[in-house]
């Protein structure tokens, strides 16, 4: 009984408080040492601190995010909290472009007549700022032909890198290629200066370009997209030629080559513009040069109607009598207003951030 007494008293240390009392008991009776088990929490002095330490990081945690204790910052913070800066800084630099959105989706939304003299008095507001920064006017038409030139530049780079001549119409650097060479031709019987060496250049560029899509990539041309009827350009331009040319010195044919190619120049973008309203998906190196075309037309519109203000109408009347003056006036006005609707869209398209211009049906 005695036995079974000791063996059966419970562990003076999980009863009795700590003291020599306790240091006594345990050295008289030696007990088996229980198991520590997660059910039960842990006593004495020592285990009470621990206890504490773990309050402690437990309250930690329930305000810290997975992931630990706190940290200095490391390199990914500081990249997520740079990469957070440039968001913001690319949040102002969408909503300063906001504006101009705006601007283009008021002009989008009104009627033909509004854009119509919205275009007129944007046009008008050019011509009296180029007027004031460009002394000589002769230089707006030096001007126009390096942008035609950069034009086919482009092309050539298209061709020659990305070897594809899709979206692209042949029939309009046939018409290119025809009316430059007639110009050609004038300068040299009639006059010659810089504007015969920039010819030049541009006919042998579009001469490269020509032959590149008719021999070297021509399995991907859109020929079933290029159906634009030349004759109705061509024929039509040769009778008013024939009707209205210029009355000066020079011999008839050489007066009504001039014309022809006056004419032909203003109607020559009509194919590319048919080519595109076919596919309504332009690609960007086609799109520059259409655009590039746009420009070369309003600077050489804005030469001739800067001049003919300068000049205070005598310009007229040294290209001669009749109708031709004013048809000279006309053709560069026409092939400015026919590239207007596009040039449009591009810039619409640029601001936007966009590659490939998409283009509303009936656009062009």
């Known amino acids: 009984e005695t036995e079974t007494a000791t063996t059966t008293r419970p562990d003076p240390s999980l009863t009795d408080p700590p003291g020599p009392a306790h240091k006594h008991n345990s050295t008289s009776v030696s007990p088996t040492k229980p198991e520590h088990s997660t059910l039960h929490a842990p006593h004495g002095p020592r285990a009470g601190r621990r206890t504490q330490r773990e309050r402690e990081k437990e309250g930690r945690a329930r305000i810290q995010p997975a992931g630990g204790a706190l940290r200095p910052a490391s390199s990914s913070d500081r990249r997520d909290r740079g990469a957070g800066s440039q968001g913001r800084r690319r949040s102002k630099m969408r909503g300063s472009r906001r504006p101009m959105g705006a601007v283009l989706a008021w002009v989008r939304r009104q009627p033909p007549k509004v854009k119509a003299f919205l275009a007129v008095v944007a046009g008008m507001a050019a011509l009296v700022f180029i007027r004031f920064i460009v002394h000589d006017h002769d230089n707006l038409f030096v001007a126009a032909e390096a942008a035609h030139a950069l034009g086919i530049g482009v ?68 020929l079933d997209k290029d159906n634009f009827n030349l004759l109705y350009v061509v024929v039509p331009c040769a009778a008013l030629a024939l009707l209205i040319h210029p009355s000066t010195s020079h011999n008839i044919v050489n007066r009504i080559c001039w014309a022809f190619c006056v004419y032909l120049e203003a109607v020559s973008v009509l194919p590319q513009l048919r080519l595109m309203q076919n596919t309504k998906i332009v690609e960007p190196f086609t799109a520059h040069y259409v655009f590039a075309l746009g420009v070369a037309r309003f600077l050489s519109c804005a030469h001739w109607v800067l001049q003919v203000l300068d000049t205070r109408g005598r310009l007229l009347t040294a290209l001669g009598y009749g109708m031709w003056p004013s048809m000279v006036l006309l053709s560069e006005i026409v092939q400015t207003f026919i590239l207007a609707d596009f040039c449009y869209y591009y810039v619409k398209s640029v601001f936007g951030g966009q590659l490939v211009l998409r283009l509303p049906s009936g656009v062009v």
Request: charged fraction near 20%; hydrophobic fraction near 50%.
């Open 155 to 222: 092309l050539i780079y298209k061709l020659t890198k990305e070897k594809t001549c899709a979206g692209l119409s042949l029939k309009t650097q046939d018409l290119t290629a025809l009316f430059l060479a007639v110009r050609l031709y004038c300068s040299f019987v009639m006059e010659y200066d810089i504007h015969t060496i920039l010819d030049t250049a541009t006919l042998a560029a579009t001469l490269f370009v020509i032959y590149m899509i008719r021999f070297k990539l021509r399995s991907t041309y859109m």
